[in-house]
């Protein structure tokens, strides 16, 4: 079946420090990535998509990912975090453009100040 | 972006009552529309497809006589769900593709306690 995988349940960084979050799918077939963030008692918020072209994306926020078909991934980074991005980050894709989002386990991100 | 609109926002209901969610495309028309759950922690979980004017399809797992969905019209689609019990506290989402259904855009969610 297909899945999405995140490496991470809880990274903790402190402010300035570099983010890397993982994420890889199963699925040979044709997907489109993206990166949601929910913050504290609010609801799902884009960060990021990829539908083709450039495998580099750059966000909102200063995020960027990386699609390496390879791989399967579609990695999330920020050069240099905030407090304010104390979240939880989702990766998800959608397969063969069915509307159908399929999401990873989610990330949750504290930065100490 | 598109706009999809979710109500109500929380709700708190008793036990083995019957709790409504509407879910709907404010900008946009959309025949197919997704209801998820998310658990405290968890990531959102697909419950349910919901087909304009056809049946839902539900993921495995889920109970079509407890999480009733219709989808009446091309901007409205609702989630009942039946006979609520404390388990059945959650997040639940709805989303909508647009267009050539390669972005899904989210309602804000609804908080259910069933107490």
């Known amino acids: 079946a297909q899945s999405v995988s995140q490496h991470n349940h809880h990274v903790i960084l402190s402010e300035a420090a570099s983010l890397e979050l993982g994420c890889n799918y199963s699925?040979?077939?044709?997907?489109?990535l993206f990166w949601y963030v929910q913050y504290p008692g609010q609801h799902l918020q884009l960060l990021l998509k990829?539908?083709?072209?450039?495998?580099l994306v750059k966000g909102i926020k200063g995020f960027e990912a990386e699609f390496i078909k390879s791989k399967f991934s579609f990695n999330l980074r920020k050069p240099s975090v905030q407090w304010s991005d104390t979240a939880e980050y989702f990766c998800?894709?959608?397969?063969?453009?069915?509307?159908?989002?399929?999401f990873g386990q989610g990330t949750e991100l504290s930065v100490k100040p | 972006g598109a706009v999809v609109s979710q109500h109500p926002s929380w709700v708190i209901c008793k036990s083995g009552t019957s709790v409504k969610i509407e879910c709907r495309s404010l900008d946009f028309q959309a025949t197919t529309m997704f209801w998820y759950r998310q658990f405290p922690k968890q990531s959102l979980m697909l419950m349910a497809t919901s087909n304009e004017g056809s049946k839902a399809t539900y993921e495995q797992g889920v109970e079509k006589d407890k999480f009733l969905i219709n989808h009446a019209s091309l901007t409205l689609s609702t989630l009942t769900v039946t006979s609520a019990h404390p388990e059945d506290s959650s997040f639940y989402i709805c989303?909508?593709?647009?267009?050539?259904?390669?972005?899904?855009?989210f309602g804000q969610g609804t908080r259910l306690t069933v107490v």
């Open positions: 998800a894709v959608i397969l063969n453009q069915g509307g159908k989002l399929i």
């Open positions: 699925y040979g077939g044709t997907v489109n």
């Open positions: 990829y539908f083709s072209g450039d495998p």
């Open positions: 989303s909508a593709p647009e267009g050539a259904h390669t972005e899904a855009f």
